[in-house]
């Protein structure tokens, strides 16, 4: 089971980017997909998610209305399109797997990384003013 996050980089403020993450040894159907950021010394915040079964989409406060997650089943692959970035998107982006078949504890478990036991490599996406 492995999880590729790709389409990171450096944009300037009002700029977007397509994230992709490619998932190989296991098929999307079955999993849902969340996507988080990370800064230094700060803890790992939850950005979207795909639900796996439901195709349910969820957002994060600050990047509802900018931010677009989508699951192509063909491509086995989920994106997260990020549109008006802003400098405070400049973080390290982090695609994570969980089974639908798998108990959640908590009514917002898509927003908890300890839900998820999949985890891609992280791709740099740097906002510039």
């Known amino acids: 089971v492995q999880l590729q996050a790709s389409g990171g980089g450096l944009v300037q403020a009002g700029g977007s980017l397509r994230l992709s993450c490619a998932a190989s040894?296991?098929?999307?159907?079955?999993?849902?997909i969340g996507w988080f950021r990370q800064t230094p010394g700060r803890e790992r915040e939850w950005v979207s998610s795909?639900?796996?079964?439901?195709?349910?989409?969820r957002y994060a406060d600050p990047v509802k209305g900018r931010f677009t997650i989508s699951r192509d089943i063909a491509k086995n692959t989920v994106y997260l399109q990020m549109n008006s970035l802003r400098p405070a998107d400049t973080a390290v982006y982090y695609c994570?797997?969980?089974?639908?078949?798998?108990?959640?504890?908590?009514?917002?478990?898509?927003?908890?990384?300890?839900?998820?036991?999949?985890w891609g490599q992280g791709t740099q996406v740097t906002v510039s003013s």
């Open positions: 994570a797997a969980v089974s639908v078949l798998s108990v959640k504890r908590f009514t917002t478990w898509y927003a908890d990384k300890t839900e998820y036991d999949y």
């Open positions: 795909f639900g796996g079964s439901d195709g349910r989409t």
């Open positions: 040894g296991f098929t999307l159907d079955y999993y849902s």
